[in-house]
């Protein structure tokens, strides 16, 4: 079955992201950011590197660039064309995550409610409808082998209702190399939390075992996540789960301007 959802744009991303995991996952500077190439050190990787990949795909993701150099990013990206929007990184230590989310993954879901076990996350429908559950709820899905951790390491949390619904998601994986100094570091976001089951603390909830589960089943040393300046909420629930604003670098995705700056953060 076909493990890729979205527009047109989307799906040859994904498809890309995916033909390119191998690559991204042994190149020095590379890293994989989900739904585009990317990377996390642009003067290791080469910037002719970098602006062949975004002349040809319209997006180009970059992670963990130092805060520092972020004005030398844009006008280096400006002179091309292109744009680029940053998100806040926040940030914490395996231990300091696992202590803020003991009580929160201790909370009993309501009784119509369930984590899904993620060995069924094979079955590429359901995958199908995780994805049409995240773009229903505003956020771009990644491939069907990243969810089910077929092409990444990779922890996907999902709840649904008695009857199958979905109500709400959180997925975490690695998305840095052996070449990195983030290789052990592990990322999470695509948190979405049905309409109708929202301000009762399901989302930070499925977020903590997703954080969780990246630690203890992945190994991860330390995690981080990307949220907009805007999005209170969602900086509320990273913090709960143990996470804390690291001002000393920013995440991004780089767009030709004639594809748009399409916001894909937290």
Same mark, same amino acid.
């Given at each position: 079955?076909?493990?890729?959802?979205?527009?047109?744009?989307?799906?040859?991303?994904?498809?890309?992201?995916?033909?390119?995991?191998?690559?991204?996952?042994?190149?020095?500077?590379?890293?994989?950011?989900?739904?585009?190439?990317?990377?996390?050190?642009?003067?290791?990787?080469?910037?002719?590197?970098?602006?062949?990949?975004?002349?040809?795909?319209?997006?180009?993701?970059?992670?963990?660039?130092?805060?520092?150099?972020?004005?030398?990013?844009?006008?280096?990206?400006?002179?091309?064309?292109?744009?680029?929007?940053?998100?806040?990184?926040?940030?914490?230590?395996?231990?300091?995550?696992?202590?803020?989310?003991?009580?929160?993954?201790?909370?009993?879901?309501?009784?119509?409610?369930?984590?899904?076990?993620?060995?069924?996350?094979?079955?590429?429908?359901?995958? &199908?409808?995780?994805? +049409?559950? =995240?773009?229903?709820?505003?956020?771009?899905?990644?491939? #069907? /082998?990243? %969810?089910? $951790? !077929?092409?990444?390491?990779?922890?996907?949390?999902?709840?649904?209702?008695?009857?199958?619904?979905?109500?709400?998601?959180?997925?975490?994986?690695?998305?840095?190399?052996?070449?990195?100094?983030?290789?052990?570091t592990g990322w999470g976001?695509?948190?979405?939390?049905?309409?109708n089951h929202r301000g009762?603390?399901?989302?930070?909830?499925?977020?903590?075992?997703?954080?969780?589960?990246?630690?203890?089943?992945?190994?991860?040393?330390?995690?981080?996540?990307?949220?907009?300046?805007?999005?209170?909420?969602?900086?509320?629930?990273?913090?709960?789960?143990?996470? &804390?604003?690291?001002? +000393?670098? =920013?995440?991004?995705?780089?767009?030709?301007?004639?594809? #748009? /700056?399409? %916001?894909? $953060? !937290?």
């Amino acid at each position: 079955m076909e493990q890729y959802f979205g527009t047109d744009i989307q799906v040859r991303l994904q498809r890309k992201a995916d033909e390119y995991t191998n690559w991204m996952y042994s190149t020095a500077g590379a890293c994989h950011p989900g739904r585009c190439l990317g990377c996390d050190d642009p003067d290791v990787l080469g910037w002719d590197v970098i602006f062949a990949h975004l002349k040809r795909d319209g997006r180009f993701g970059f992670r963990m660039i130092p805060a520092n150099t972020i004005e030398a990013v844009r006008d280096k990206l400006s002179a091309e064309g292109f744009g680029i929007n940053f998100w806040n990184v926040f940030t914490g230590s395996a231990t300091d995550i696992l202590k803020a989310t003991e009580p929160l993954v201790r909370k009993i879901l309501p009784e119509e409610l369930s984590f899904i076990p993620e060995e069924e996350l094979h079955n590429p429908e359901l995958i &199908k409808e995780v994805q +049409t559950f =995240l773009s229903n709820n505003g956020i771009p899905p990644v491939s #069907g /082998l990243m %969810l089910s $951790g !077929q092409s990444v390491d990779a922890c996907t949390k999902v709840v649904r209702k008695s009857c199958g619904e979905i109500v709400a998601m959180a997925y975490g994986y690695f998305a840095h190399n052996d070449h990195s100094e983030h290789s052990n570091t592990g990322w999470g976001g695509l948190v979405a939390v049905d309409a109708n089951h929202r301000g009762n603390g399901l989302g930070v909830q499925v977020n903590a075992e997703m954080v969780r589960s990246c630690i203890t089943k992945l190994g991860a040393n330390s995690f981080y996540e990307q949220v907009s300046a805007e999005n209170k909420i969602s900086q509320r629930m990273v913090e709960r789960c143990g996470l &804390k604003l690291d001002t +000393t670098v =920013l995440c991004g995705i780089a767009s030709s301007e004639e594809a #748009g /700056l399409q %916001l894909w $953060g !937290q």
